[in-house]
């Protein structure tokens, strides 16, 4: 994923901690129908609901299923075993068919916990690597 057009037609989540959202989707999945990249926006569809404009920190994508994987072996022993359950699911969830459904399903079990979603959700900056480094400018 590195251009807008690969993000287009995603299922995201919105960050469920956002501290402003107008829209008062945080927490909701929905589906990327635009961005603008050099603005850090992304366009979020919510179905009948409407749609948002976004950040690109504040919508999140699953990682992919061997990262999740990875991170079940490193954090084995830091985790409590409903995250574990979680992850496994999650990535369960991916490897068997990847489809809007599964999507959904995981992505809702990536909100029961900071720790489940943190080791298999992403930012939209984070995936196209839009962060800069502060100390790259001067």
Request: aromatic share 6%.
């Amino acid at each position: 994923m590195n251009t807008a057009d690969d993000l287009i037609g995603q299922l995201v989540l919105i960050h469920p901690d956002l501290n402003t959202d107008p829209a008062r989707k945080a927490g909701q999945v929905g589906i990327i129908t635009g961005a603008e990249l050099e603005n850090e926006m992304v366009y979020v569809g919510f179905g009948r609901n409407g749609h948002s404009t976004y950040g690109t920190d504040a919508v999140l994508l699953l990682q992919p299923n061997e990262q999740i994987r990875q991170n079940l072996r490193e954090q084995f022993t830091a985790l409590s075993v409903n995250d574990y359950k979680s992850l496994f699911q999650i990535s369960l969830l991916q490897e068997l068919k990847p489809s809007t459904a599964n999507i959904k399903t995981a992505m809702s079990l990536a909100l029961q916990s900071e720790a489940v979603r943190t080791n298999s959700m992403r930012s939209v900056e984070d995936a196209l690597g839009l962060r800069r480094d502060q100390y790259m400018e001067r």
